[in-house]
């Protein structure tokens, strides 16, 4: 099983920029897209302009028009779609969605989350916080269960100082305050959840998953590794290549944002 989840920055602009089609030639079996900032029916559009009408769309649309957005779009049927992730503050913030997808291995539950940026020491921070909190119930109540899950999507942290460049200039900012990294400590600490991309790939500098559109941090490489896929320790075993797809020069950019891919072994 193929998984891509990528921050589309928006999918009408990807589509302009031949994001979408880039992302329906990738071979994937599931697609979770971030920042869709769009109506079902103009997701449906692009989609279909790209091939991938005939797909099952999972999506939920935020209540502030033009913000937020996330979708699961699967070649098979889902079993079973939620929105949301638990306290009713975030059930119209267009952040949250999950599905069961069946697998020769069992159900798989597949996430698109995006986690919005933050800022130290205003209540959007605290907000922030609380999103995941509630991330953190639903991962240990999968992780109890020995579930085959992955939570995929645009986080707006960077764990570890291999994850971003410019790490000193950045350690009292959102994104990569103690407090936000403390959370994947805990997610990691007892091998219920893995960083399948990290795991796979091995030690940084990154290599990184978004870049400004300002100034020259994608030619340089100055970017942060804020896009994941993090697996349940039970499907995390079955995880054999994870890639990212940054774009070969600053013009062939589709987002500000680069995809990640992992391929599943679900046999």
């Given at each position: 099983?193929?998984?891509?989840?990528?921050?589309?920055?928006?999918?009408?602009?990807?589509?302009?920029?031949?994001?979408?089609?880039?992302?329906?030639?990738?071979?994937?079996?599931?697609?979770?897209?971030?920042?869709?900032?769009?109506?079902?029916?103009?997701?449906?559009?692009?989609?279909?302009?790209?091939?991938?009408?005939?797909?099952?769309?999972?999506?939920?649309?935020?209540?502030?028009?033009?913000?937020?957005?996330?979708?699961?779009?699967?070649?098979?049927?889902?079993?079973?779609?939620?929105?949301?992730?638990?306290?009713?503050?975030?059930?119209?913030?267009?952040?949250?969605?999950?599905?069961?997808?069946?697998?020769?291995?069992?159900?798989?539950?597949?996430?698109?989350?995006?986690?919005?940026?933050?800022?130290?020491?205003?209540?959007?921070?605290?907000?922030?916080?609380?999103?995941?909190?509630?991330?953190?119930?639903?991962?240990?109540?999968?992780?109890?269960?020995?579930?085959?899950?992955?939570?995929?999507?645009d986080l707006n942290v960077a764990h570890r100082e291999d994850d971003l460049k410019n790490w000193k200039g950045n350690l009292k900012k959102a994104g990569f305050l103690p407090e936000e990294r403390a959370y994947f400590?805990?997610?990691?600490?007892?091998?219920?959840?893995?960083?399948?991309?990290?795991?796979?790939?091995?030690?940084?500098?990154?290599?990184?998953?978004?870049?400004?559109?300002?100034?020259?941090?994608?030619?340089?490489?100055?970017?942060?590794?804020?896009?994941?896929?993090?697996?349940?320790?039970?499907?995390?075993?079955?995880?054999?290549?994870?890639?990212?797809?940054?774009?070969?020069?600053?013009?062939?950019?589709?987002?500000?944002?680069?995809?990640?891919?992992?391929?599943?072994?679900?046999?």
């Amino acid at each position: 099983m193929r998984v891509i989840t990528a921050n589309v920055n928006g999918i009408r602009a990807c589509a302009r920029r031949d994001g979408v089609q880039w992302l329906a030639d990738q071979g994937a079996d599931v697609l979770c897209l971030q920042e869709v900032r769009a109506t079902d029916a103009q997701l449906g559009q692009a989609l279909d302009e790209a091939g991938l009408g005939g797909w099952h769309v999972a999506h939920t649309e935020a209540a502030d028009k033009g913000r937020a957005g996330v979708a699961v779009i699967s070649r098979l049927e889902p079993l079973r779609v939620q929105v949301g992730v638990g306290p009713e503050e975030f059930d119209a913030s267009g952040r949250w969605v999950e599905v069961d997808l069946p697998s020769p291995a069992g159900v798989v539950s597949v996430v698109s989350t995006y986690v919005h940026t933050g800022e130290a020491d205003t209540p959007r921070q605290l907000e922030k916080y609380r999103f995941l909190d509630a991330v953190t119930a639903r991962l240990q109540a999968w992780a109890a269960e020995g579930a085959l899950a992955v939570v995929t999507g645009d986080l707006n942290v960077a764990h570890r100082e291999d994850d971003l460049k410019n790490w000193k200039g950045n350690l009292k900012k959102a994104g990569f305050l103690p407090e936000e990294r403390a959370y994947f400590d805990r997610w990691f600490e007892f091998g219920d959840w893995v960083d399948t991309h990290r795991e796979l790939h091995g030690p940084g500098p990154g290599p990184y998953t978004w870049w400004s559109w300002r100034g020259k941090a994608f030619d340089n490489d100055a970017g942060w590794r804020i896009d994941y896929q993090l697996a349940s320790r039970a499907l995390a075993k079955t995880a054999v290549a994870a890639s990212v797809g940054r774009a070969a020069a600053y013009d062939q950019r589709w987002s500000d944002h680069a995809a990640v891919t992992v391929d599943y072994d679900l046999g």
